[in-house]
C-alpha cells in the first residue's frame, strides 16, 4: 500500500532497504512547490533536500492527475533528476490521469480518462530504459486489460488507486495506493479492492 510513508516492499523489487524513511508518495515537502504544479528535475531536487530534513532517505517523487499528457514532462523530469546524481530519488509515482470518475479525490475530475493506446505506447517506450521506478496508480476497471498486460509486462508497476475495482479487475496490479480513501468500503457482499490486498496475495 503507498502511503505517505512506505508500508509495503512486497513487490516492488530492488527499493533499497535503508535505516531511513522511504517514501511512496511525495507532493511536496519543507514548503516548497508541489512537484505537480512544477514537474521539474529542479523541482524534485528541492523537495529531495526537504524531505532528507525529517529522516527520509528515499522518495518515489508524485504526479497527481493533469490534463492530456503532462505526466510525460514528470517522467522526463525524475530521469533527469537520477541522472543528475540527486540523492535519494528511485523513480516516479503517477497517480495521474487514469483514475475511476466516480473518486476522484483531490484530483481534477476534468483531468480523469482511461488509458489510450498513445498513452501505452508513450509509457512503455520511457519505460525501456528508464532508471529507476515507475510506478503508475490506476483504476484497473475504466482499463482495457490488454493495456494493462502491455505496460505490466514493460516494467511498469500497477497499482490499484481511486478505483472501485473488484477482485476480476486485479489481474494485473500488484499492491494498491492509499486504502481507504478514494475508494469504498469493503461490504458483506462486495469485499472489493480493500479486502483483496489486505487478505488476498498481494
Not at 508518495?25 to 526537504?50: C, D, M, R
Not at 527520509?56 to 517522467?75: D, E, N, P, R, S
Not at 498486460?149 to 481511486?162: D, E
Request: net charge neutral; proline share 6%.
Amino acid at each position: 500500500m503507498a502511503g505517505n510513508n512506505m508500508s509495503s516492499q512486497r513487490r516492488i523489487t530492488n527499493y533499497p532497504r535503508t535505516t531511513g524513511y522511504e517514501r511512496q508518495v511525495l507532493y511536496g515537502a519543507f514548503f516548497f512547490t508541489q512537484f505537480n504544479f512544477t514537474p521539474t528535475a529542479e523541482a524534485i531536487e528541492k523537495n529531495s533536500w526537504g524531505a532528507r530534513q525529517d529522516g527520509t532517505t528515499h522518495i518515489l517523487t508524485t504526479f497527481i492527475a493533469a490534463h492530456g499528457k503532462v505526466y510525460l514532462q514528470a517522467i522526463a523530469a525524475a530521469r533527469q533528476s537520477i541522472q543528475n546524481g540527486i540523492s535519494g530519488i528511485t523513480g516516479i509515482h503517477l497517480e495521474d490521469p487514469f483514475l475511476s470518475p466516480a473518486r476522484p479525490g483531490i484530483s481534477d475530475p476534468s483531468a480523469i480518462r482511461p488509458l489510450e493506446e498513445d498513452d501505452v505506447v508513450a509509457l512503455k517506450r520511457k519505460a525501456r530504459d528508464f532508471p529507476g521506478i515507475i510506478l503508475l496508480t490506476i483504476a484497473p476497471e475504466c482499463q482495457k486489460p490488454s493495456y494493462l498486460k502491455r505496460l505490466s509486462t514493460s516494467g511498469i508497476i500497477l497499482f490499484a488507486g481511486h478505483s472501485e475495482a473488484a477482485m476480476a479487475d486485479l489481474a494485473y496490479t500488484q499492491d494498491a495506493t492509499h486504502l481507504w480513501n478514494a475508494m469504498p468500503a469493503s461490504t458483506s457482499r462486495n469485499p472489493g479492492l480493500i479486502s483483496e490486498v489486505l487478505g488476498g496475495d498481494r
